[in-house]
T-cell receptor, first 114, second 108 residues
Framework: ETGVTQTPRHLVMGMTNKKSLKCEQHLGHNAMYWYKQSAKKPLELMFVYNFKEQTENNSVPSRFSPECPNSSHLFLHLHTLQPEDSALYLC?????????????FGPGTRLTVL | QQPVQSPQAVILREGEDAVINCSSSKALYSVHWYRQKHGEAPVFLMILLKGGEQKGHEKISASFNEKKQQSSLYLTASQLSYSGTYFCGTGYTDKLIFGTGTRLQVFP
């Protein structure tokens, strides 16, 4: 238990569906992150939020839409995904972004796009 | 900018030792080590700050050579529970970047 929770843990969706991933951290951190982890590939940073403001978008396609209503919650809204988007999506948090603070990860959502 | 880890994979028998290396092309402020078991979240193991610091965590320890811009993770007398993928995260003044990972498998 790292203090970061993610729901759902598994998600199967068609290419025309719309779904959302949720992340919540109970560590009092101010920064939250979305990562994509594909098989046999390194962690790919997608988005960074610091004090609810998006500070980094790593050229992520617009079919992924993040939302950070407060420092404890982070969402990733998904629509018209492609099969190659199937992966493990990890959420992480740290004290602040823009520095080398240790990041704590949630268990991830295993996404399968049919 | 991504740190390079070596080896990419290690296979061990219980009780054997292993070393995993992490190298950066840029000056480092810190190095973070994580372990991820299949289907689970990466779990933070330890952080090393610049200064040639060495740390230990049970039978897992690490060193950080600031001048060489590299860190090594030492696993001694490995146990079955050590199996997983080990990631280093290299800390710079403005961000933390994760390496490609080293897959470690320990067999009885």
């Amino acid at each position: 238990e790292t203090g970061v929770t993610q729901t759902p843990r598994h998600l199967v969706m068609g290419m025309t569906n719309k779904k959302s991933l949720k992340c919540e951290q109970h560590l009092g951190h101010n920064a939250m992150y979305w990562y994509k982890q594909s098989a046999k590939k390194p962690l790919e940073l997608m988005f960074v939020y610091n004090f609810k403001e998006q500070t980094e978008n790593n050229s992520v396609p617009s079919r992924f839409s993040p939302e950070c209503p407060n420092s404890s919650h982070l969402f990733l809204h998904l629509h018209t995904l492609q099969p190659e988007d199937s992966a493990l999506y990890l959420c992480a948090s740290s004290q602040e972004a823009g520095g080398p603070d240790t990041q704590y990860f949630g268990p991830g959502t295993r996404l399968t796009v049919l | 900018q991504q740190p390079v880890q070596s080896p990419q994979a290690v296979i061990l028998r219980e009780g054997e030792d292993a070393v995993i290396n992490c190298s950066s092309s840029k000056a480092l402020y810190s190095v973070h080590w994580y372990r991820q078991k299949h289907g689970e979240a990466p779990v933070f193991l330890m952080i090393l700050l610049k200064g040639g610091e060495q740390k230990g965590h049970e039978k897992i320890s690490a060193s950080f050579n600031e001048k060489k811009q590299q860190s090594s993770l030492y696993l001694t007398a490995s146990q079955l529970s050590y199996s997983g993928t080990y990631f280093c995260g290299t800390g710079y003044t403005d961000k933390l970047i994760f390496g490609t990972g080293t897959r470690l498998q320990v067999f009885p």
